[in-house]
């Protein structure tokens, strides 16, 4: 039976019907048509799927469409603004931080909230907060290297989105 | 994923109403993070998902004023240990929360899950026996504590009976010299399902020097979470030092009764048992030293 879900997507309301059945992740991708969001393994594995759910990272797989309820919902697609693209794309795009690029919303997500909690991590703290994001290409180094260089930028200008 | 009907209802008498639908099968969600990936994978049939999210009961986390803590059910790992004031009394459950999944899982995952899902290789459970909890279970026809060793009574399988539901856990306030810590074996570093777990928890006497009382629970080495007993029993009033936590490495050894399967040999995880037991008592006696 569709049901009725309204629910904020990168600060948009959005009004729609689905099944109860439907992952958050099928919903943002087959009727919202916000494809950024990738499925990989399509069980909380891989985190290719990660979106932010009122403020917590989440593998968007593992939560129903209907859990979304009333909640607020970011995306890749909310990472950048108007003004251009946020620090963290801009620095995985200067150091080749990613090859298929299937893994890489999620790790901007991921990688995006660890830069809110931590805005100064070590190499290890962005290792163990990114374990739950798999990349089978890039071998994570550059990765790594891309956080750690986007949170020096980021801390570098305090007017930031992200310090915001 | 088969069609059911989703419920998220906002008081708890309406949960236990709808849980017990007759003629429906009910699954109640917490954090989804077993749930989901059963019921697309593993062809889990259920009628109506109730979402127990709504519910203060199942979503409160607060001190009872020098009486303990209480946890709801679906309170996520994050939000546990996250929360300064209950880290620094309960170092055993802070070791668990913070290695489940990544930080994606930890964000929905809850210690009720962990426990209803009954995986004799969930991390919640050796830490939450070192730490004496209990569970709060209600149905419609009303409430009952379970001790948490009892909780679970084969691999996925629990004492929760048709339309009960575990609530919360309640957590007796820890002593003075008090120390926990829980421990597991993986070969990856993150993101993996224990070999072997081991939860302990010690309270030293005033000099430090002598362990008054502890309690072990090993994971992954019996169908269900272990609370060894025979540890407690036995090794109350020695010394802290390594005669005393081999000893009750050894007693581990002897109470392990593991299955050989991919992520380990039998006689790997009875070895493992005693390791941890080792470790996470040693470490439960630096943390209570460090109190005194």
């Not at chain 1, 009004?15 to 009727?31: A, G, I």
């Not at chain 2, 127990?52 to 409160?60: D, I, R, S, V």
Request: proline share 4%; hydrophobic share 40%; net charge negative.
């Amino acid at each position: 039976m569709k049901t009725y879900l309204k629910t904020t997507i990168n600060g948009e309301d959005k009004e729609l019907l689905c099944e109860p059945r439907q992952s958050l992740l099928d919903v943002l991708r087959d009727e919202l048509e916000l494809t950024g969001t990738k499925e990989g393994c399509n069980n909380g594995n891989c985190g290719a799927c990660n979106i932010m759910l009122d403020g917590r990272l989440v593998n968007s797989c593992m939560v129903l469409a209907l859990e979304a309820q009333g909640k607020q919902v970011e995306t890749i697609e909310g990472v950048a603004d108007t003004e251009g693209l946020h620090p963290l794309q801009e620095v995985f795009l200067e150091e080749a931080a990613l090859q298929c690029g299937i893994c890489t919303p999620g790790f901007i997500l991921s990688a995006k909230s660890l830069l809110e909690k931590n805005p100064n991590p070590t190499e290890d703290d962005v290792r163990l907060w990114l374990a739950g994001n798999l990349c089978r290409c890039t071998g994570y180094d550059k990765i790594v290297r891309a956080v750690l260089e986007s949170a020096k930028r980021l801390s570098e200008s305090p007017q930031s989105e992200v310090a915001s | 994923m088969d069609a059911f009907d989703y419920f998220a209802p906002d008081n708890l008498s309406e949960a236990l109403t709808l849980l017990a639908t007759p003629n429906k099968t009910s699954r109640p969600l917490a954090g989804g993070t077993d749930l989901i990936v059963q019921l697309r994978e593993t062809g889990l049939k259920c009628d109506q998902v109730i979402d127990l999210k709504n519910l203060a009961e199942l979503t409160q986390f607060q001190s009872e004023g020098g009486k303990g803590w209480t946890i709801g059910a679906a309170v996520p790992c994050s939000e546990i240990y996250e929360n300064a004031e209950f880290a620094s009394q309960y170092p055993g459950i802070i070791d668990a929360a913070s290695l489940i999944g990544g930080i994606q899982i930890q964000n929905r995952a809850s210690f009720g899950g962990n426990l209803c899902n009954a995986s004799p290789a969930a991390d919640a459970i050796p830490a939450l026996i070192a730490h004496s909890v209990t569970c709060q279970v209600a149905s419609k026809s009303g409430t009952r504590e379970v001790n948490v060793e009892d909780f679970c009574q084969s691999p996925g399988k629990t004492v929760l009976s048709e339309g009960e539901i575990l609530v919360s856990l309640k957590l007796p306030a820890t002593p003075k010299r008090f120390g926990a810590a829980y421990q597991r074996f993986i070969p990856r570093n993150e993101m993996d399902i224990a070999v072997a777990g081991a939860g302990s928890s010690v309270v030293l006497s005033e000099d430090g020097k002598t362990i008054e009382s502890l309690r072990v629970g090993l994971g992954a080495v019996a169908p269900t979470p272990l609370l060894v007993q025979e540890i407690s029993d036995k090794l109350k009033g020695k010394e802290v030092d390594s005669a005393t936590f081999e000893q009750a490495a050894e007693i581990a050894r002897s109470y392990a009764n593991p299955i050989s399967d991919t992520r380990g040999e039998d006689w790997q995880r009875v070895h493992l048992a005693g390791v941890l037991t080792q470790r996470t008592l040693q470490i439960a006696c630096e943390r209570a030293q460090a109190a005194l």
